[in-house]
């Protein structure tokens, strides 16, 4: 099945700079990557998602990019604000099924 | 966009007690409704696939008998979790996928279930 990794598990910024997360996966078939957004004790929230057939994709202060041929993705967030604090998963969909990491904490300080 | 319901948001019972969530779609049929549990500070962990109409399929490790699933309606599905121990005790998460957008789930917020 399906394997994916992401880093880091935590990570602190300062309100206005940008945070990276990167994501790797192991399964070809996959080819949908969503992202999602937790705070505590609330759902996940499709923040961004990219499709295999896309290299990039950027939606206001978010980005996502896709290397399909090293099979790793990463969100990007620019110009981070305290309201970003949150978990934040990668995913991996592989025929039907929809594999997460296992998270990073993202908190940016003011 | 889709909104999917959970219900109860939260729920404490006692030790060997069985317990019912709902996962509703609200505006969209969902041929499939995943389930998921997530314990604290952990990621989300798949624990079974349901099609309307047929019998979940369960993630390795997850024991049909004691999660069990039932899909009777494109907006509804329900688990129960049978004779519930304290290590019971998660978050459940239902999604749904809509039928005319296969890719995104949408999640239920929640249910918060306490064993006593």
């Known amino acids: 099945g399906e394997n994916v990794e992401q880093h880091p598990s935590t990570l602190s910024v300062q309100e206005g700079d940008s945070a990276v997360i990167k994501c790797t996966y192991s399964?070809?078939?996959?080819?949908?990557f969503p992202w999602y957004k937790q705070e505590l004790g609330k759902r996940p929230q499709l923040i961004i998602d990219i499709r295999s057939n896309v290299g990039e994709k950027k939606d206001q202060r978010i980005a996502v990019t896709l290397n399909k041929t090293a099979k790793h993705f990463s969100l990007h967030i620019t110009e981070t604000q305290p309201e970003d604090s949150a978990v934040y998963f990668c995913a991996a969909r592989s025929y039907s099924t929809l594999t997460f990491g296992k998270g990073t904490m993202l908190l940016v300080s003011p | 966009g889709a909104v999917v319901s959970q219900h109860p948001s939260w729920v404490i019972c006692k030790s060997g007690t069985s317990v019912k969530i709902e996962c509703r779609s609200l505006d969209f049929q969902a041929t499939t409704m995943f389930w998921y549990r997530q314990f604290p500070k952990q990621s989300l962990m798949l624990m079974a696939t349901s099609n309307e109409g047929s019998k979940a399929t369960y993630e390795q490790g997850v024991e049909k008998d004691k999660f069990l699933i039932n899909h009777a309606s494109l907006t509804l599905s329900t688990l129960t979790v049978t004779s519930a121990h304290p290590e019971d005790s998660s978050f459940y998460i239902c999604s749904a996928r809509d039928w005319r957008d296969l890719n995104e789930q949408f999640f239920g917020p929640g249910t918060r279930l306490t064993v006593l």
């Open positions: 399964d070809s078939a996959s080819n949908y």
